[in-house]
């Protein structure tokens, strides 16, 4: 900086910086910002600030652009503070983050919200001091015995926290002291603004440096016959072996490893405090780093022929589907991918859609790629997704495996995506906004960093199979499983005719019970697929009908036995089963229908000497409950694993011969353009679990409706011959890919206000948009969830010949001009775009 710029009589002639900032609020703009004169040279795009909004709000923002420019409709406020030397964002995360928000229909903020760790925001914590003007001695206002032990301690301490005053003064509830004190000038309250990823320390031990130097005889005189001194010495030198090369003592050894031996702790504290040792702390990961040797894969001649085409289709297209069917050896595919793009110097992005697949897969890649490979998903901590964010962004990292949230992470020079499972609808976020679909966003992403995207999966999505087959994404087929593997066999049991026949053992056909007999007297193991968890959909009183209802949504209660509860999966409402009809009195109430739970407990009944463990929501909610589940599974711990869908997703199991899937009439005639989609990929991809190896596998599938055509293609492994119906029924009835939805829900807490919005809402987008692109409104199936009643809107646009966001700016402004009646305001209106 030049002299002119620091000579205070020349402040005019100084650049005066402005910051627009993404600010963790749902507004529609960013926030522009003076940039104190300090921090010109410093502050970049991606650096996060602190800032001001509106009275009272002090918010943790990212910077998105810088210019010269200030606000014309009011005064930039100053950043109150700049966080970061280096941006923890990259320009091109930004760009990223504005086109989810425009292609999505959401703020900014929104995105920022999802995108973030927790860990990179800042939290505040509420905290007093001493008013700057106050004198215990010569204040007019009385003192209660509690305020002047608060102001006794402030004057010793120059704050205190909520939680200081109240162990202070001994009770729970401190506003009202807080509010005196305040009255009487005596303190004043403010926000501490702290940052909340801590890094993971280490206490360590280490011999003083200058013993090191010397003959170390010398210190083993002066312990003499300090026997318990001596033994912590010995260990710490078979270690650390400073004997032979005296730079050794540098790093020392984990304060943990001594006191774990059974080591005196009084007796090291002694050591420190003599100066023999000395203790200090390092940063260490909070990831444990892999010990075992890294291990190679080799290719099939099949599987080397398909990374070859797949190299070749990169050539001409950014994107490639690899549709290979289940356990064709997709995976190693991906590894020698992803080893030639770390070679040239790439990063590498690999996307799981559920956490309960990124366990076992992960095991594998790091036997591969060791300690440069990161993983990210929600079951970390704040600090552990920090950890690896930040890894990404010092180079540590360049490889992730992540679910659908990694693709925020903070690349800058990626070379290859790899979208495993890529049909799965995991990947797409429905709530909160930013309800985006991390496959899409990839394939934008990619573009952005001139990266290649590789789809995979054995049931591709409609959508990616036909725009593979009309050329825009490139295609490579893999009909083969690996090795000596077969496809399984399909049986499919008749639950109508086996009723009649009086064959059922509770909910399992007799084909099944055999099926399941046979397999444990071989030592195999079974899978059971059903996608409802809980004990029973509904409890129903058998004299007057009664369902017990959730009495905040428009749903019935599921039935957990294990808790004793019925619960609403919509918003978590519980209460406890009922012992009489609310109704009628009656006490005799009937479990209908039936979950996981239900037939995990049928299983234990019908194979008492079985051990079957069950993998839905309940029993997956801690941190390593899938990793546990999944790896005594692997070592034949469990004999029969009943799950929902997480069992349906890439898993990859050795001893596994039979697989049953249940309900599969209800998935089915699910009210759902997907639906016959949807089952057809959730039936091919569960039987996919077996006979993964040399031993055969065998499907069950219950089903009432035998003849439905795609029940047959699903037996058949006829995958074009289900795309080629679903593609037709699609272009016939203007379903994608041959059209754009939106779907709009209006919400209120009033049933009339909520259908009135709607409507209005309707007729004023197909004055503006034309009748036919306009479908409803019309309540959901489920018309109620938490209080708010719901109606549903779809906007139906043609792929070409449209211009989208002419349409999204439209809508935008149509909900505004709704928004400013007085009787419809309280409605809010909630943006889903390719909502399915």
């Not at 950043?79 to 970061?84: A, E, G």
């Not at 059974?262 to 892999?290: D, H, M, Y």
């Not at 894969?297 to 050539?315: G, N, P």
């Not at 051990?611 to 990793?627: A, H, P, W």
Request: net charge neutral; aromatic share 8%; hydrophobic share 35%.
């Amino acid at each position: 900086m030049s002299q002119l710029e620091l000579n205070p009589a020349h402040e005019e002639v100084r650049q005066t910086l402005f910051a627009d900032v993404i600010l963790p609020v749902p507004i529609p703009k960013m926030f522009t910002y003076r940039v104190p004169f300090q921090w010109n040279d410093e502050i970049q795009v991606g650096c996060r600030v602190i800032v001001q909004f509106g009275a009272k709000k002090v918010l943790t923002g990212v910077v998105g652009q810088l210019h010269e420019q200030p606000p014309t409709k009011y005064e930039a406020k100053s950043i109150l503070d700049l966080l970061d030397v280096t941006p923890v964002v990259f320009p091109v995360q930004v760009k990223l983050f504005q086109w989810i928000a425009g292609y999505y229909m959401c703020t900014l903020g929104e995105v920022l919200n999802v995108a973030l760790p927790s860990g990179l925001k800042l939290s505040s914590e509420s905290k007093i001091q001493l008013h700057p003007g106050f004198d215990l001695y010569t204040s007019d206002y009385p003192f209660s015995d509690k305020e002047l032990l608060v102001l006794e301690s402030l004057e010793k301490n120059e704050t205190l926290s909520y939680s200081d005053v109240g162990k202070i003064v001994m009770q729970k509830t401190i506003y009202n002291l807080l509010k005196s004190l305040v009255a009487k000038e005596a303190i004043l309250i403010f926000e501490e603004v702290r940052e909340r990823y801590k890094p993971k320390k280490e206490t360590r031990i280490r011999i003083h440096p200058t013993l090191v130097e010397n003959d170390l005889q010398v210190v083993f005189d002066r312990l003499g016959s300090k026997q318990k001194q001596e033994e912590i010495l010995l260990f710490y030198l078979q270690n650390v072996a400073v004997h032979q090369d005296a730079a050794l003592n540098e790093a020392g050894l984990a304060k943990k490893e001594i006191i774990d031996q059974g080591l005196s702790a009084s007796s090291l504290k002694t050591l420190i405090k003599n100066g023999i040792f000395e203790q200090f702390e390092v940063t260490i990961s909070r990831f444990k780093e892999t010990q075992a040797p890294l291990q190679q894969v080799a290719l099939t001649s099949i599987q080397a022929q398909v990374k070859s085409k797949i190299v070749e289709k990169f050539s001409r297209h950014d994107t490639t589907l690899l549709h290979g069917v289940t356990g064709s050896g997709k995976t190693e595919v991906y590894i020698k991918l992803v080893e030639e793009a770390l070679g040239g110097g790439s990063q590498v992005l690999y996307l799981l859609p559920e956490i309960a697949l990124t366990t076992q897969i992960v095991l594998r890649l790091k036997k591969v790629f060791g300690d440069k490979m990161g993983v990210y998903h929600s079951k970390f901590s704040d600090n552990e997704r920090v950890e690896v964010w930040k890894g990404v962004l010092t180079g540590r990292y360049s490889f992730v495996v992540g679910v659908r949230s990694a693709v925020f992470l903070p690349f800058d020079n990626l070379g290859l995506i790899i979208v495993d499972e890529e049909h799965e609808s995991s990947y797409k976020q429905y709530d909160p906004a930013p309800r985006y679909n991390a496959r899409d966003v990839s394939l934008v992403m990619a573009h952005y960093q001139h990266a290649k995207v590789l789809l995979g999966s054995a049931t591709p999505s409609v959508e990616s199979y036909y725009l593979a087959s009309t050329g825009k994404y490139g295609l490579v087929e893999l009909h083969e499983r690996y090795g000596k593997a077969q496809l399984p066999s399909f049986i499919v049991a008749d639950m109508i005719a086996e009723r009649k026949r009086k064959l059922l053992k509770g909910e399992f056909s007799a084909e099944l019970v055999n099926a399941i007999s046979g397999a444990l007297e071989r030592d195999e193991q079974v899978i059971i697929f059903q996608n409802r968890r809980g004990y029973s959909p509904y409890i129903s009183c058998q004299d007057c009908g009664w369902i017990p209802k959730c009495q905040n949504c428009a749903v019935s209660l599921t039935y957990h036995q294990y808790r004793q509860e019925m619960v609403c999966h919509y918003c978590g409402y519980k209460e406890p089963l009922p012992r009489e009809c609310e109704a009628c009195g009656s006490t005799d109430l009937k479990t209908m229908g039936f979950g996981t739970e239900k037939l995990e407990e049928e299983l234990q009944l019908l194979f008492p000497t079985a051990r079957v463990q069950r993998m839905d929501l309940d029993t997956t909610r801690s941190k390593y409950s899938y990793e546990t589940i999944i790896g005594d599974f692997e070592k034949g711990d469990i004999d029969i694993l009943v799950g929902t869908q997480m069992v349906s997703k890439g898993l990859d199991f050795d001893n596994v011969s039979l697989v049953g899937i249940f309900d599969i009439d209800r998935m089915l005639h699910f009210p759902d353009f997907r639906s016959f989609e949807r089952t057809f990929q959730l039936a091919t991809q569960v039987s996919g679990r077996a006979g993964r190896r040399d031993k055969e596998g065998k499907v069950i599938i219950q089903a009432k409706n035998t003849g439905i055509t795609v029940l047959n293609q699903i037996v058949n492994h006829d995958y074009m011959g289900f795309y080629q119906n679903e593609i037709q029924e699609r272009q016939n009835h203007k379903y994608p890919p041959f059209t754009r939805l939106i779907h709009i829900v209006v919400k209120n807490k009033d049933k009339g206000i909520s259908k009135n919005t709607a409507i209005k809402l309707g007729n004023l987008l197909r004055e503006q948009l034309g009748a036919s692109r306009i479908l409803g409104p019309e309540e959901p199936i489920i018309s109620k969830i938490r209080n708010e009643y719901l109606m549903d809107l779809t906007i139906k646009l043609e792929r070409s010949g449209i211009d989208l966001d002419k349409v999204k700016q439209v809508v935008h402004s149509t909900v505004l001009e709704i928004t400013t009646d007085k009787t419809l305001k309280s409605s809010k209106v909630i943006f889903n775009v390719d909502p399915y």
